[in-house]
């Protein structure tokens, strides 16, 4: 646990000291607060690799801040988890509204923490207010999950860009390990460019999809179902069953159609029913088989290197833009160079250069 | 004509003066020949204006090359011509390999002549040696067209990068303008990332298809179905005449699933046989209807400008990242960055603001 001074008050720290007349309760109330509320850096990461989760929380809101105060706090944090990250297996797990994610998410859940595994559950949703409430942002989905000691649930990870999004998450997986997590799931839902992302931080790509629904009605980009690691076909139940069997029989030789992927490992598909707790065991066990063949192979380490140069390359290449788009000199520039391109008084390149030039 | 210098060689220049005895042949020949190809890049513009061919081959040459001498050339060439362009219509038509594209481009092509119009028709082709050779490189296939005076056939430009050939290939259009031609075709094979280029660069967007062929096993990404006006339906003869009639329904309804156009215009389905010629007369009819409905609404000098803008930040922004990646002293951190990320020593967050420090 978070140590906190056992003294109430910055008033009353010294023993035997009387307090002062002036005393406002109000005043002493807000330092009080303001004390519980910000333990020092060094003590919430104390706290974070002792696998507090309150600490942990706490952590991941510094990360996902945006005041400088903050984003100092947050570096040292990472650092100091750095060398207890990258201990886990990162499943991205993604689909439409309405195929039963939260349900699956629960179930899948249960079933590691039966087998021991901590699971942290995060979930990246970048996109419009059009797909929000669909994702975590709705714990109360997770009913048991939430209760789990050895759970962690972590709603949505605000932010107005992708990219923005993208490297909190990323840094919220570092803490997570760090926070002795060994099974981190990252939940999107895949209607639109977040899977990359989430594939470019994750060893094991999961799309669920529903039988009966072409993907055109199912709202997935192709690209996503080439990402894929296996397929899941959710809701196999009752008289959804045949459906569901059909359906496997489908994806499987759709996923034929692709090139084979760098990892060696075919892309499989299975059905479960998450409401029935029915075929979740086989996921796991996939997924076991596929972390096992990957090692074997050294692919999995290498992805991983692979991710690592991604998103160092990533975040320099969007740095690289907003330094250059917001500079004042720039910003003037381009707006005049836009309308001499209009006008046909020069070409797009040769704005281009003479903005380059601008920036040095 | 380009204005050669009647004298035939640097040595005969002065009239009444008596050759040297130390004449080789050898060099006054390579002295005469190096001469011939290089006309002052004045002379080659006036050339150009003139709507003179072979100068425009020429001045495409040098906006291709990489050569310093000649990108400063080329910045000339270009500004000259930039008064003179923006007076076509540029048609991107993309397809994969066996539908037919320049059976298809031969007779649209000889069509749009016989309508007194001046055609120049480019090829983009970026992608691997395994679509090569389907594409303009084999100018026979066009016998026809390219014995036209009214036509101009360029093969694919060459380049590693797709932002390089875009880039040429851009340029190019705007010496073709310069040029006189007032219909510019875009041919691309319809497998990689070029079309999204190709969509950038015209004004509308043919898609060739064939029937009774799944898109998978056209190799057409979705994507470009999206990006397309229209969707042409060839080889539709014979006993595939049929076939055709029902997959143009089918691409209707396909059509009808994607979010309206900002153009106003929806997307329209035609069958064709460029090898009978029929059809042919349709899609013409087809793109200036869209023409006169996209000017009519604003639409048609909007998007040009919205191609300005994407090429103008494209430009600086592979500039940003070449100044970057290329820079000495971030070339050898980088390398040492990415092992500490690799040891858990860094994070990609991190070693980024740290390399981003050292380009400043």
């Not at 992708?162 to 998450?169: D, N, Q, Y």
């Not at 994750?202 to 669920?208: A, N």
């Not at 140069?309 to 788009?325: A, G, M, N, V």
Request: proline share 4%.
């Amino acid at each position: 646990m978070i140590q906190e001074n056992k003294n109430t008050s910055a008033l009353e720290e010294k023993e035997g000291v009387s307090k002062p007349e002036t005393l406002s309760k109000k005043v002493a109330s807000f330092v009080k607060k303001s004390r519980r509320k910000s333990p020092s850096t060094q003590q919430l990461t104390d706290a974070l690799l002792a696998k507090d989760k309150t600490a942990l929380s706490r952590a991941i809101t510094i990360i996902e801040s945006t005041a400088p105060k903050h984003q100092e706090q947050a570096k040292k944090i990472i650092e100091a988890c750095l060398p207890h990250a990258n201990k886990s297996i990162r499943i991205g797990i993604t689909g439409v509204p309405g195929v039963g994610k939260s349900t699956f998410i629960e179930e899948f859940g249960k079933l590691l923490i039966s087998k021991n595994k901590k699971v942290a559950i995060l979930a990246v949703d970048p996109s419009s207010s059009l797909s929000r409430g669909s994702i975590l942002g709705d714990k109360t989905r997770m009913e048991d999950l939430v209760k789990e000691p050895n759970a962690f649930i972590r709603p949505s990870a605000s932010g107005d860009s992708l990219g923005g999004v993208a490297r909190k998450t990323r840094e919220t997986i570092i803490l997570c390990e760090a926070a002795g997590f060994d099974t981190i799931i990252i939940e999107t839902v895949g209607v639109g460019q977040s899977e990359t992302a989430v594939h470019s931080m994750t060893d094991f790509f999961l799309l669920l999809k529903l039988a009966g629904a072409g993907d055109e009605l199912q709202g997935i980009k192709r690209g996503i179902m080439e990402m894929a690691d296996a397929i899941v076909i959710n809701k196999a139940d009752g008289e959804n069953k045949k459906a569901a069997k059909f359906a496997k029989t489908e994806f499987n030789r759709a996923l034929h159609l692709y090139p084979p992927k760098e990892s060696g490992w075919s892309p499989k598909t299975l059905t479960c029913s998450a409401l029935k707790n029915e075929g979740i065991e086989d996921v796991w066990e996939l997924i076991t088989s596929y972390i096992s063949e990957t090692t074997e192979n050294d692919y999995f380490p290498k992805k991983r290197k692979e991710q690592n140069k991604f998103w160092l390359l990533q975040t320099i290449e969007s740095r690289l833009k907003s330094d250059f788009y917001e500079n004042e000199i720039v910003k003037k520039e381009l707006e005049k160079q836009l309308k001499l391109i209009n006008s046909n008084e020069t070409s797009p390149f040769e704005a281009a250069q003479l903005l380059l030039n601008l920036n040095k």
